[in-house]
């Protein structure tokens, strides 16, 4: 093929497992294109950074996407992923597991640097290599329409920490969602991810879960906190954090003005770092979800949480499951909200805690005050099924009931709970409008089965795929 012979030189000249030299006279793009670019040809400018790099626009455009891609795939060596190919334009792509490698993602790179539909791209566990990444990072400082990108499972370890890092410092790409899961990444890489998080203002959820962050990790956690303005969600689950990294990262918190979700699980803070929690509690005014499932927390943690539970105005959802807590502290958890009037708490997961009927009956009590709360228990100790079955009566015949004696629709029926009319509103607005309407008598039990029917999958209820004919 004759467009192939002014390109052997270029792919001769560059190693398998190296980026392109910052000198060379011809882009990656360059060599994807068809042979009657090479009159066109011109000098590298000396200051290119990338070999992504598109450098002749005119040119390219009347390049199609599929024709770059499957020409990028010759050039390295790879075959081509069908659903790449058939999905290229969709907003959403998934090539999770498809062992990509460094090439393979390369090319993959290459034909997104123009690429104005993915918003979304899933490159979770493919061997993606030190090269594999620095294509992605280059082809991020061209691409501004992708913005969530999941590189989990691909053991970046500390070499894949630096790079992150130096794109991170930058505060250049639209990339606002960033899935770093299950890299190895131990405490160097914590500093190195931390000290560029503490400058950057794009990222707003970014997952760190399943890594080897100790204390030393907790302690870089908490100064980055300290300081960052732009994370809104972050997971730092099944990591390693004991009581110095759990304090450490908990004083960081306390200045924090603009996370709202942090997920802590399956962790080990302990009674100390729920101390520390509590204080972050009573400080922190930002945060509405907070998962600390199975940190070894007891029965003298969960009273330092409630604490800060009793003035704390921002928290809707705290998740305890898998604490080695007892009924007693689940007693501590309900009355900290009803001492709160001013609580916003919509959900207590504590599903592993085994209740009696006199916790119901102070969880009423709680729940005339609150009644958008929710608590999430094992089961009632000593509790007939005759009452069980009253709990479990499908909630949605008897909303259909209401509605065909009263001539109206499902549909009709929740958009009255909603003020405004819409069709969709907040699960905690939904929950405390079922408890207090009188038309179709409901417990917590049903308006929760209603939630997960009902569930659109963002926090939130939406009505719009029921029947909406008149019976």
Known sequence: MDNDEPLEPETKDEPETEPAPQNSDETLYCEAEASRAVGKEKAARESSETDLEIKDTEKFSTTGQRELYLEACKLLGVVPVSYFLRNMEESYVNLNHHGLGPNGTK?????????????????????????????????????YYLQEMNISDNDLGLKGARIISEFLQRNTSSLCKLQLSGNNFRDESAELLCQALSANYQIKTLDLSHNQFSDKGGEHVGQMLALNIGLQSLDLSWNHFYIRGAVALCNGLQANMTLQKLDLSMNGFGNEGATALGEVLRLNN???????????????????????????????????????????????????????????????????????????????????????????????????????????????KLIQSYADQHGITVVDFFRSLNPKGMMTMPVGDFRKAMIQQDKVPVNLYQVRELIKKLDDKRGGVNFSFLKTAKP
Not at 303 to 324: A, H, R, W
């Open 107 to 143: 090319a993959i790179a290459i034909a997104l640097v123009s690429n104005m539909s993915v918003v979304t791209l899933e490159l979770a566990d493919n061997s993606l290599m030190e090269e594999g990444l620095l294509s992605l990072v280059e082809m991020l400082q061209e691409n």
């Open 286 to 396: 930002s945060l509405g979800y907070l998962d600390i499932s199975s940190n070894d927390i007891s029965n003298d943690g969960v009273s330092k949480i409630s604490k800060g539970l009793e003035v704390n105005e921002s928290l809707k959802v705290l998740k305890l499951f898998l604490n080695p807590m007892s009924m007693d502290g689940a007693v501590l958890l309900i009355l900290s909200i009803k001492r709160n009037p001013k609580s916003k708490m919509e959900e207590i997961d504590i599903s592993n805690v085994l209740v009696s009927e006199q916790f119901l009956k102070i969880l009423d009590g709680v729940c005339a005050i609150h009644p958008q709360l929710d608590v999430i228990y094992k089961s009632v100790q000593g509790f007939s099924a005759k009452k069980a079955l009253l709990q479990w009566t499908n909630p949605m």
